[in-house]
Nanobody, 124 residues
Framework: QVQLVESGGELVQAGGSLRLSCAAS????????MAWFRQAPGKEREFVAR????????SYNDSVKGRFTISRDNAKNTMYLQMNSLKPEDTAVYYC?????????????????WGQGTQVTVFS
């Protein structure tokens, strides 16, 4: 089992940048596929990006492609989300999620392990 803790959420002006971190417990972080999701008030949880165990393959929601970059450092048990050119519509609670080995699903139900979330607010 893995435990996840997100950090890095802040209030930021549109056009700015943030980097979110997701710290994982345990010695088996490298055996988990990882993802970022987000949930805005009144909306369903939405897939943002995912990354394979080695970090060699990534995929993104079209709404963030070209602006966000997902990465991981297995030696530090940490995953990141670099967010550039932020827009007010990026405002949400951002969650990191983990799945043993791999999934190509973008559905939140495919991920059994979740962090508590970190708030990102983008103002214009």
């Amino acid at each position: 089992q893995v435990q996840l803790v997100e950090s890095g959420g802040e209030l930021v002006q549109a056009g700015g940048s943030l980097r979110l971190s997701c710290a994982a417990s345990g010695r088996t972080f490298g055996s988990y596929g990882m993802a970022w999701f987000r949930q805005a008030p009144g909306k369903e949880r939405e897939f943002v990006a995912r990354i394979t165990r080695s970090g060699g393959v990534t995929s993104y929601n079209d709404s963030v492609k070209g602006r966000f970059t997902i990465s991981r450092d297995n030696a530090k048990n940490t995953m990141y989300l670099q967010m550039n050119s932020l827009k007010p519509e990026d405002t949400a609670v951002y969650y990191c999620a983990a799945v043993p080995y791999y999934t190509d699903s973008q559905r939140s139900t495919a991920y059994p392990y979740w962090g508590q979330g970190t708030q990102v607010t983008v103002f214009s």
